[in-house]
T-cell receptor, first 117, second 108 residues
Framework: GAVVSQHPSWVICKSGTSVKIECRSLDFQATTMFWYRQFPKQSLMLMATSNEGSKATYEQGVEKDKFLINHASLTLSTLTVTSAHPEDSSFYIC?????????????FGPGTRLTVL | QKEVEQNSGPLSVPEGAIASLNCTYSDRGSQSFFWYRQYSGKSPELIMFIYSNGDKEDGRFTAQLNKASQYVSLLIRDSQPSDSATYLCAVNTGKLIFGQGTTLQVKP
């Protein structure tokens, strides 16, 4: 199946620092990637849609200046959490769409667990 | 009304039984439907997808779709303890909308 990787798998940082998370599609090109956040015992919450070569589309309530998304190539999207605070501690998961014929299937990366002290 | 609804459970079944997971959705225009499995602390893993009304079987898993009634279900035959996880239903409305997930517990 399709493979999507994320790096790092976990990160601990001090409050006020910025953290960059990478999402890569390893065996296919993805013009669209998504960034989700999941708090404990809650479902996935879509944060933004990352489009290669254009600006990301953010969901309502998600601060675009705080969560910077760059989709610089067809296999890489990055999410930077700027000036992180403890309330940003969460499980961040990216996904990428692979198109095969007229079928679009979304595959998830393994996730990045962010802890802000 | 939530766009995608699932019973949060937990749904408890004995090993070897059939587990039935249900999901309803509100957007009649939805065309594709997905079931993901998520183990605690891990990211979702695609189990199967379905586009057409009826049943789709893959090993021990069967997805059922009824667009007229706006529901999609997942049956797991011969349930195993390793199937214990949260099962997420997702509906593609142009972007993937997830239900809150149903926690399945398979007891040996």
């Amino acid at each position: 199946g399709a493979v999507v990787s994320q790096h790092p798998s976990w990160v601990i940082c001090k409050s006020g620092t910025s953290v960059k998370i990478e999402c890569r599609s390893l065996d296919f090109q993805a013009t669209t990637m998504f960034w989700y956040r999941q708090f404990p015992k809650q479902s996935l919450m879509l944060m933004a849609t990352s489009n290669e070569g254009s600006k990301a589309t953010y969901e309502q309530g998600v601060e675009k200046d705080k969560f910077l998304i760059n989709h610089a190539s067809l296999t890489l999207s990055t999410l930077t959490v700027t000036s992180a605070h403890p309330e940003d501690s969460s499980f961040y998961i990216c996904s990428a769409i692979r198109t095969s014929g007229d079928t679009d299937t979304q595959y998830f990366g393994p996730g990045t667990r962010l802890t802000v002290l | 009304q939530k766009e995608v609804e699932q019973n949060s459970g937990p749904l408890s079944v004995p090993e070897g039984a059939i587990a039935s997971l249900n999901c309803t959705y509100s957007d009649r225009g939805s065309q594709s439907f997905f079931w993901y499995r998520q183990y605690s602390g891990k990211s979702p893993e695609l189990i199967m997808f379905i586009y057409s009304n009826g049943d789709k079987e893959d090993g021990r898993f069967t997805a059922q779709l009824n667009k007229a009634s706006q529901y999609v279900s997942l049956l797991i035959r011969d349930s195993q303890p390793s199937d214990s996880a949260t099962y997420l239903c997702a509906v593609n409305t142009g972007k993937l909308i997830f239900g809150q997930g149903t926690t399945l517990q398979v007891k040996p």
